[in-house]
């Protein structure tokens, strides 16, 4: 059986900026690959460089050094107006505090995502509605997100960055804003998700959100330090 073929290669990426004068170097030659299908977890303490590496294989930020493969095609010399192209089409991005549009209905905060995709506005409608029956919120199409609950607003968060049919799911602590209850239901979407074929790449300071994936890379300052395959019963006990 041939093996599954790479939808992320970041390559001796490197980041440094500014803090308060003081060079900070949050990324010290970082190698990750992530094939199709994959359920990778990055964890490691506040400051390793984790929200860092996520935020560049989204196009979010540029590295200083290195270079990102991202669905075959190099993020090195691309613009701003490129990389938002890339991201609409291969990338979903799932954030902490979720980041919806709250004067805006559940249904048309995924609706516009597919829209912003290039989806037409029926299709996008369409599309919307299935992923809010998918994530279990058919009933909350005409919702705000402020009347949701903290684990409806991830639900709703998630149904929205899967809005594009994204190549690659990024995931910023995930379950960081919610209750013990609200994170165990956005986890074990995860796991829905990543059973039906989504990649996903999850970052995370916390170990057990972490064994949910099935391999899970550990980072400190700045470095990848190692990384494990979790076994089945890990990953069903994961919390």
């Known amino acids: 059986m041939s093996a599954a073929p790479e939808v992320l290669r970041a390559v001796r990426l490197r980041k440094s900026f500014e803090s308060e004068g003081a060079p900070v170097r949050a990324l010290r030659g970082v190698d990750l690959v992530v094939a199709a299908g994959e359920f990778v977890a990055v964890t490691g303490p506040s400051g390793c460089g984790k929200s860092t590496l996520l935020n560049l294989v989204a196009g979010l ?5 290195g ?39 559940a249904l048309e905060n995924v609706a516009l ?6 989806v037409s506005r029926r299709r996008a409608e369409v599309r919307a509605y299935e992923l809010l029956d998918l994530l279990g919120l058919p009933d909350k199409a005409g919702e705000l997100p402020d009347v949701l609950s903290g684990g409806q607003r991830q639900r709703l968060a998630i149904a929205r960055a899967l809005a594009n049919e994204p190549t690659l799911l990024l995931a910023d602590e995930p379950t960081g804003a919610l209750d013990s209850a609200g994170g165990l239901e956005v986890l074990e979407l995860f796991r829905r998700l990543h059973a039906a074929g989504q990649t996903i790449l999850l970052v995370t300071h916390d170990e ?14 700045g470095r990848i330090v190692g990384s494990t395959i979790a076994t089945p019963a890990v990953r069903a006990v994961g919390r």
């Open 61 to 65: 930020e540029t590295p200083s050094d």
């Open 113 to 118: 995502a597919a829209v912003i995709a290039g």
């Open 208 to 221: 057990h959100v972490a064994e949910a994936a099935e391999r899970v890379v550990r980072m400190q300052d």
């Open 67 to 105: 270079d990102i493969v991202l669905a075959g095609q190099s993020l090195a010399g691309e613009n701003e107006s490129e990389l938002a192209h890339l991201r609409r089409r291969h990338v979903g991005f799932v954030f902490q505090f979720f980041n919806l549009l709250e004067d805006t209905s």
